[in-house]
């Protein structure tokens, strides 16, 4: 055998060996608590917080992240401003896999997913990935408790309701692990893109799905195109999103406001807030859907 195809051989045996992931990984000092109402995000905060050298109280996490007593919705971009402040960076991608997962886990570091919080249900519901072993994953569920293990077909099922949402945190000077374990997906640009991809094949796969059609369009959307996004969020919400998505979901809002179409903006908020007055997400695009009818009528 000649120099270079050995040369080449050796490079491809390294390159296997680099790629193999342990067959079973589960991280150590996670911390649990069972949350208190419509705390998980609070709950999900001091469990990486806890992870990462830091103690805070479910109470003193949730008067910073919830904007008034009870509130029942904080967003991953509220979750990760907050872990900010501790000195942690954040990263959140969508079109997860159960592969980008282990990658992340087994190079020490907790995934939080946003899922619904069990089969049927359309509560949204954070919980945090520390652990996988053949075909499952081992998840700190705020709810649920300390060692909820799902399959890869439960986890998956639980994440198609939130577009396979991930957060990760990670100290900066690991930004770089990140980024191995992530490829192409730690850049925003890129991962939208595939999201696209991956929505645009579960349409085809499931087309009365409205969760495919919402996680197809908010790619559309991030990726500039809003006039398309806003027929594709109203094709799921014919399909029946069910008001509560509106309370954690505004993307649909977004997109008929810059496409124009204020009052079905409108009619919408007023549904979602008849539900949940408080919502400053939903006062936003309401206001803002009237402010631009006002002036252009």
Same mark, same amino acid.
Request: net charge positive.
């Given at each position: 055998?000649?120099?270079? $195809?050995? /040369? /080449?051989?050796? &490079?491809? +045996? /390294?390159?296997?060996? @680099?790629?193999?992931?342990?067959?079973?990984?589960?991280?150590?000092?996670?911390?649990?608590?069972?949350?208190?109402?419509?705390?998980?995000?609070?709950v999900t905060a001091l469990t990486i917080l806890g992870y990462h050298g830091t103690r805070v109280t479910q109470s003193a996490a949730a008067s910073a992240l919830k904007d008034y007593p009870g509130d029942p919705q904080v967003t991953s971009l509220e979750l990760a401003a907050y872990l900010g402040r501790f000195g942690l960076r954040s990263v959140i991608r969508y079109a997860g896999t159960p592969e980008v997962l282990r990658e992340l886990v087994s190079r020490g570091f907790p995934v939080v997913v946003q899922q619904r919080l069990k089969p049927g249900s359309n509560v949204a519901h954070f919980r945090t990935v520390y652990g996988y072993s053949a075909g499952s994953f081992l998840t700190s569920d705020p709810l649920r408790g300390p060692s909820l293990r799902l399959s890869n077909a439960e986890l998956t099922e639980l994440w198609r309701y939130y577009n396979g949402e991930y957060l990760v945190a990670y100290p900066p000077a690991r930004e770089s692990e990140v980024r191995a374990a992530m490829g192409d997906d730690f850049n925003a640009t890129a991962n939208w893109q595939n999201a696209r991809q991956t929505g645009e094949r579960a349409v085809k796969a499931r087309p009365g799905d409205p969760?495919?059609?919402? &996680?197809?369009?908010?790619?559309?959307?991030?990726?500039? %195109?809003? !006039?398309?996004?806003?027929?594709?969020?109203?094709?799921?919400?014919?399909?029946?999103?069910?008001?509560?998505?509106?309370?954690?979901? !505004?993307?649909?809002?977004?997109?008929?406001?810059? @496409? &124009?179409?204020?009052? #079905?903006?409108?009619?919408?908020?007023?549904?979602?807030? %008849?539900?949940? $007055?408080?919502?400053?997400?939903? !006062?936003?695009?309401? %206001?803002? +859907? !009237? &402010? #631009?009818?006002n002036r252009e009528g």
């Open positions: 055998m000649s120099g270079l $195809p050995r /040369l /080449l051989l050796t &490079g491809l +045996a /390294l390159c296997s060996v @680099a790629a193999a992931l342990p067959a079973s990984t589960t991280l150590k000092n996670i911390r649990h608590e069972y949350q208190g109402p419509d705390n998980c995000a609070p969760y495919a059609w919402w &996680g197809l369009a908010k790619a559309n959307l991030r990726l500039g %195109d809003a !006039q398309t996004a806003a027929n594709q969020f109203d094709r799921a919400v014919n399909l029946g999103v069910p008001t509560i998505y509106y309370l954690y979901r !505004q993307e649909a809002f977004e997109a008929w406001t810059q @496409a &124009g179409w204020y009052t #079905r903006t409108l009619q919408l908020t007023a549904r979602a807030l %008849d539900a949940w $007055p408080k919502s400053k997400e939903l !006062q936003k695009f309401r %206001d803002l +859907a !009237q &402010g #631009r009818l």
